[in-house]
């Protein structure tokens, strides 16, 4: 913790690993990232190198749902993060593209080639990709005029009421922690925000929901669906919880000592529509549901039903 404090522009998960590699001493000794320190100690710490702002290409799969001389998109796996940030410098998805592809449209710099918008690392499904510069520029006026169609799949905890209704309640950042947003009215960070939804399905505590949000702002679905009552289910930062067990699904109070059915906030892309900026036309793709989210949902539909 010390160290985190003091090094600033450096990450917990860096600091830690340095440590590990026996990059810091105390009063001369080696020392663990564990270990307690007390005043008047002295502490010798090798900051870790910087990283570059360059993409580095690794040869990680994809999952390609359509591709022309313009576009890509891509069925974004759980767990992958779109593009290099502090504590994620590799794995990133821009990093497998630049394997990929040898073009990639830099309208959004070197960190982020081809990148038109993103999802959420644990957020799974449709993701487009601009190989030129040309068709970046138009899809990114498609996003800003709310032209795009997106619609997410979600599992909630909480039994949603209303069969259909629309969230209307404006996000801005958490007053107080930095990486979560929240409801803000009449605030200088708060932006209107608007969100479609449709049961899908109930089961007992738990819902299937299909979404359609009609803004795009940061952790829209995750922050209205818990404004609601009812949080999508291992979103950690608006559900308080991780993951999940088989007999929780199932509805009962002690569960044995099992994996978890599911580690991840269950949030799905599922569906986009674009106009394709070099024909014109209008398409549709649909990303399959990722196999840890089916398996919840035949958890789910294989319980008690209503």
Sequence with gaps: MFLTQSCDGYSRTQIREAVQNEGAELDGRV????IKIRAGQKIRFRVPPPQSDDTIPENIPLDILF??????VVNKPPGMVVHPARGHWTGTLTS?????FQSLSDVGGPTRPGIVHRLDRDTSGAIVIAKTNAVHIHLGQQFHDRLVQKEYFAITAGRIDRDRDVIEASIGRHPYQRDKMAIREDHSTSKPA????EVISRHGRFTQVRLRPKTGRTHQLRVHLSHIGC???CDRLYAGHSQIHRDQLQGKTHFD???PILERQALHARKLTIVNPQNGQEMTFHAPLPEDLQRTINCLENSQQD
Excluded at 67 to 72: A, I, K
Excluded at 194 to 197: D, M, N, Q
């Design 231 to 233: 949080p999508i289910i």
């Design 96 to 100: 497998a593209l630049a394997f990929r």
């Design 257 to 259: 000592n099992e994996q």
């Design 194 to 197: 608007s969100t479609f939804y």
């Design 67 to 72: 591709e022309d001389d313009g576009l890509v």
């Design 31 to 34: 020392i663990r990232p564990s």
